[in-house]
């Protein structure tokens, strides 16, 4: 008897910490591969045009968006915005655009809300690049969502292993459909003739300015780690529910179906994330190039943005 429920506290708490990961890991993952992209790229136009060139380029978009996103999860988490700058071109302590607020520190669902405003972002700048990929660039959309599948974790059973090796499965199948999402993209790109449509440049253009600025900065992340505890604490309640009532077969086929709805949900969200990685990477790729050609005509030297 004591096995069994030491088994099922120990069943409950490393689903609930794969459930947190696959929900929301991957957005802490992304979000520090967007942010060293980024930091990247602008240090390669600092070296060439100057600190506030790339505000002009892609900074005037994406910036604002940026912003928007963190003013918009704290109306949503009923947090009391205090003050907020969109864009600020003309700053010179480097921060060109904030959102500050407050909220009850009693509040257990405003507290969760620090996670999601947190990373708000990485959230709606996916959703904008979905919109956009959808209107310019339907073909990329439909094609995008076949290259990677995530399995649910651990089901509806009460095993521990099988729960392990799936969640490890998921990690690799994400790298996996990274080299997947490429080949899509450039077979999409190619059959469809899309470098001689305005509207793929406009799409490209659009995109790489909203990624390039989807990243989250060292304060974002901290926080955002102000609401994952209320997370797991909610998780951890929900999944032992769901445990019991796995337990004598109660709304089985009902769990399944949200289970599986979620899971779709998450591999196209997982697809969305390594499509804005791959148009950071390519806004990088493009930029040095560019500037290196730059930097030689002007500073006869090539750019070298880890030389601090």
């Known amino acids: 008897m004591f096995n069994d429920i030491i088994y099922f506290i120990l069943y409950v708490f490393i689903r609930t910490i794969t459930q947190i990961f696959n929900l929301f890991g991957q957005v802490l993952i992304f979000g520090f591969i967007l942010y060293a992209l980024a930091s990247i790229t602008r240090m390669v136009y600092a070296r060439t ?41 003309r700053s010179n302590n480097g921060v060109i655009g904030y959102v500050t607020h407050s909220y009850d520190t009693r509040s257990w669902y405003q507290q969760a809300g620090n996670f999601f405003i947190g990373v708000a972002p990485i959230l709606m700048g996916s959703i904008i ?18 290259s990677i599948e995530i399995i649910p974790i651990g089901k509806n059973t009460m095993n521990i292993k099988s729960m392990l090796l799936t969640s490890m499965s998921n990690i690799l199948m994400i790298f996996i459909s990274a080299t997947n999402i490429i080949q899509t993209l450039i077979t999409t790109l190619l059959e469809n003739n ?13 995109a790489i300015s909203v990624s390039s600025h989807m990243e989250l900065s060292p304060a ?52 969305l994330l390594l499509l804005v990685s791959i148009m950071s990477f390519i806004n990088l790729i493009a930029s040095y190039i560019i500037l290196t050609v730059v930097s030689l005509i002007m500073h006869r030297k090539i750019i070298n943005p880890f030389n601090i």
Request: charged residues 10%; proline residues 2%; hydrophobic residues 55%.
């Open 220 to 271: 974002d992340i901290s926080h955002a780690w102000k609401g994952i505890v209320v997370i797991i604490a909610f998780m951890l309640i929900l999944n032992t529910l769901i445990a019991f009532l796995n337990m004598f077969n109660i709304l089985e086929g009902s769990i399944t179906a949200v289970s599986l709805f979620i899971n779709g949900l998450l591999n196209k969200y997982t697809a």
């Open 49 to 89: 045009l100057g600190t506030k060139a790339e505000l002009y380029i892609t900074g005037w978009l994406g910036t604002p968006i940026h912003e928007v996103s963190h003013a918009l999860f704290c109306i949503l988490f009923n947090h009391k915005i205090d003050d907020m700058k969109l864009l600020d071109l």
């Open 194 to 206: 899309y470098f001689s449509k305005l509207s793929f440049w406009i799409f490209l253009y659009i």
């Open 129 to 146: 690049i979905y919109i956009i990929t959808t209107i310019f660039s339907p073909e990329i959309k439909n094609n995008l969502f076949t």
